[in-house]
């Protein structure tokens, strides 16, 4: 395996490189490993990145293990990610499965269009719609107009219970209202992964209605990773979404991903008014078995933790840290980090 890039991976508190509230969008001259796109902005091609990372660093190729490796030999072998469909597809096809937009006002709860893979007794499904869907929060968020964020991930490979959607962590920029949203993280979900592994995903909103993950919207641009790939558990990651070029862009360690067009939400979110980190866990229960984050309660210093929260152009981070559903947790360590998560209810 080759060697593997390492942008402060793991740094959960250290300094990033580009600090809160600087933009992402450096001088690109100095010594660096690959080649750049253009800064040059145009309103008129969202096909352009901005040329460097929100944190600052000049995009470089992620090191992938083989196709359809698990996340724990992904891990093992030093790599970023891994292909999970081994047919050598570029482009991730649209997956339809329930997804929660948090929102500040008690439990989360929407229709499932889809039924879970194995629905618990006392969660048949209802004539003419799915399963009531809970979705269950550890979250930091914060109002804040910026022009984009990014933080450390942990990645963790929590525990799926039968009959439970999904477990997932994320990062998402907003309007104020919240109906406009666009959202990068990893979830564990066998409906759309076919697995019980940790996967990258994207998502995004228009006027608070859902759309589908890793497509729908989403213009791949990586020739390295597509959403849908399996990410290394137990490693720490960043991931970042920031506004460049007519577009929301999406990063994942050292690569950007692709982008959200403007034309999307008709050229009407283009800031962001509130920005979320969270773990989320869908069930068609109140109190779901499965585990968020990597299964530790928050009060461990062992669990799942979003550090090193930093704004491009916005304000000073300090996060309102709580929890929504009242079965996981959550412990703030900093106004930028916090630990979250928990073994569920079982």
Not at 41 to 48: C, E, F, I, R, V
Not at 158 to 179: C, I
Request: include cysteine.
């Amino acid at each position: 395996m080759s060697v593997v890039w390492t942008l402060n991976a793991g740094a959960a508190e250290n300094p990033d490189a580009v600090t809160a509230g600087a933009s992402a969008t450096a001088d690109p001259s100095g010594p660096g490993p690959a080649p750049e796109p253009s800064t040059v902005s145009s309103a008129a091609d969202t096909s352009t990145p901005p040329a460097r990372l929100p944190w600052g660093g000049r995009p470089v190729a992620l090191t992938r293990a083989e196709p359809g490796a698990s996340s724990a030999r992904v891990a093992a072998e030093g790599a970023d990610i891994a292909p999970a469909d081994t047919s050598g597809a570029t482009v991730a096809g649209p997956e339809f499965a329930p997804k929660g937009s948090s929102s500040r006002r008690g439990p989360v709860r929407a229709r499932a269009a889809a039924v879970p893979p194995v629905p618990p007794a006392l969660a048949e499904p209802v004539p003419g719609g799915g399963p009531d869907v809970n979705f269950l929060y550890g979250m930091g968020s914060q109002y804040a107009e910026t022009d984009g964020t990014y933080a450390n991930f942990s990645i963790g490979k929590p525990r799926l219970a039968d009959g439970d959607f999904h477990t997932l962590a994320e990062l998402s920029v907003r309007t104020a209202d919240g109906l406009q949203v666009a959202e990068v993280g990893w979830n564990v979900d066998r409906a759309v992964n076919g697995d019980s592994d940790p996967h990258l995903f994207v998502y995004h909103w228009v006027n608070n209605q859902e759309s589908c993950y890793n497509a729908c919207g989403f213009v791949q641009y990586s020739q390295t990773v597509k959403p849908g790939d399996t990410l290394p558990e137990g490693n720490n990651k960043k991931f970042g979404i920031q506004h460049f070029n007519g577009a929301w862009w999406v990063a994942y360690d050292t690569e950007w991903l692709g982008y959200f067009p403007d034309s999307l939400w008709n050229g009407q979110f283009t800031r962001t008014g509130l920005v979320q980190y969270f773990g989320e866990v869908a069930s068609p229960v109140t109190r779901p078995c499965s585990q968020m984050g990597n299964g530790q309660g928050a009060d461990n210093a062992a669990a799942t933790r979003v550090g090193s929260v930093s704004f491009l152009n916005g304000p000073d981070v300090d996060l309102n840290v709580r929890v929504q559903g009242g079965v996981y947790g959550v412990s703030k360590l900093s106004a930028r980090t916090f630990r979250y998560g928990g073994p569920g209810a079982c």
